[in-house]
């Protein structure tokens, strides 16, 4: 191992290719960390920091993993049956790749509909996931844990596989993925506390949840839509909803101000007779 490493310590093309998959692992983790964010967020606060933990390290383990069977990864993009059609944008010869981005983006489509509809209807429901359902912690736990799996393996073969095709060292892309991975561990909690507290943000990151769903479905298909228009687009709506948010606290901090003199200037008016 450290014969492989000794060699790229000198060369400047190994240390570019660890910056570009570095950046692009965390890039792509977004989409991973916002997930794990929203569904450690329904559980109860003593729980959510262990279960965000518990799927970024399984995230670890799992691209560690894949990056060790890297044969059988590259095996992944080979057609396993083929529906006859081959056309520009789109094509129905499925590799397990593509099985698996499609089942991911249902899964991602299907969660994301669903946190949405439990957003806007209040009505009492009886998912796993609700908040109030402290009897059913453990299981929820669980339910959350083995949800995160299931998009850490579909987001970690894409990941993977797009390394594979920057850089032919192993040992590059290992420190990359602990690098990135080591960035989200950091992110985790900041990133879930402020979805948290802000839930025009949990709404928009439901959005990007929804929108990633569909594209991984489009990629499954052989439609395959740009990364940077898809992360440009949400950078555009984080931006807009930092301004609406900016734009309110003003406004809040505006009423306090208002709110502050009119108190004071009553006490002036009650307090003058007596003088």
Known sequence: MLESITPLLTDPAAWAALVT?????????IDNLIFISILSNKLPPEHRQRTRRIGIGLALIMRLGLLATIGWIVGLTQPVFDLGFHGETFD????WRDLILIAGGLFLVWKATKEIHHAVDTTPSNDMLEKDKKDVVINNV????FQIILLDLVFSVDSILTAVGM?????IMMIAVIIAVT?????ADPLANFIDKNPTVVMLAL???????AVLIADGFGVHVPKGYIYAAMAFSALVEGLNMWSRNAQIRKNQAEEAAQAALN???TAEPGV
Request: hydrophobic share 60%; glycine share 10%; net charge negative.
């Open 167 to 171: 850089t032919d060292h192993i040992p």
């Open 183 to 187: 960035v989200m561990l950091l992110a």
């Open 207 to 213: 959005g990007f949840l929804l929108m990633i769903g």
């Open 267 to 269: 006490k002036a008016e």
């Open 21 to 29: 998959l570095v950046v692009m692992e965390v890039v792509l983790g």
């Open 92 to 95: 129905t010869a499925f590799s």
């Open 142 to 145: 669980g339910s959350a844990i």
